[in-house]
Every structure is written in C-alpha cells, then in structure tokens.
C-alpha cells in the first residue's frame, strides 16, 4: 500500500491517472501531448515515462503492446483495500465465492 501513496503523491503522476481516466488507452506520445494541452506541463518524454514506471511498480497503471506502440491504461484495483479500509470499513471485500449483491433500497429495508 506504501507504493501506492508514493506514486499518488506527486501531482503529475495524478495528472497522468486523470488522463488515463479519460482516454482509457494511450500511448506515452499521447500521455505528453494531453499533460501539455490540460495542464501546460510541459515536462520530457523521459521524465513522464519514470513518471509511469513509478506508477507501474504500484499496479495503478498497466500497459500492453498493440504493434509499434505501447498503451497504458489506469488500473484502479490497487485502490481498492484503501477504500475498503478507511472509506467503507464494515463492508467486506468481495471474494470470487460471495457474489457482491447491491444494498437494499428504502422500500426493501424501512
């Protein structure tokens, strides 16, 4: 969880992940020129790709090859157990045997 706020405390790596969350597969091309049109960010290529390496080593971004390029998507399992633990600590994690089933409306529990 210790690399998970590391990569979370740099404001560009959270820039990154918004971005990623709104276009869910870029390449590093992509990534640089979005940093620069929303945030006037204009740092190298090679200073955002150890951007993303750190938040690679954290789970919070995963990447595939489709030909020539490299995609990155945001993956926000990683998350999850911080959620759990200080967001919603009565509510256990779901297990690949309990379904997760919804909370119950007003009408079903007055």
Known sequence: MADVFKALADPTRRAILDGLTENEEQTLFEICSRLYATQRLSSSRQAISQHI????ESGLVETSRRGRYK???INTAPLEPIVTRW???????PTADTPETPPPTPEENP
């Open 53 to 56: 390496s750190v938040l690679e």
């Open 71 to 73: 995609l990155h998507r």
């Open 87 to 93: 967001l919603r600590p009565t509510t256990p994690a």
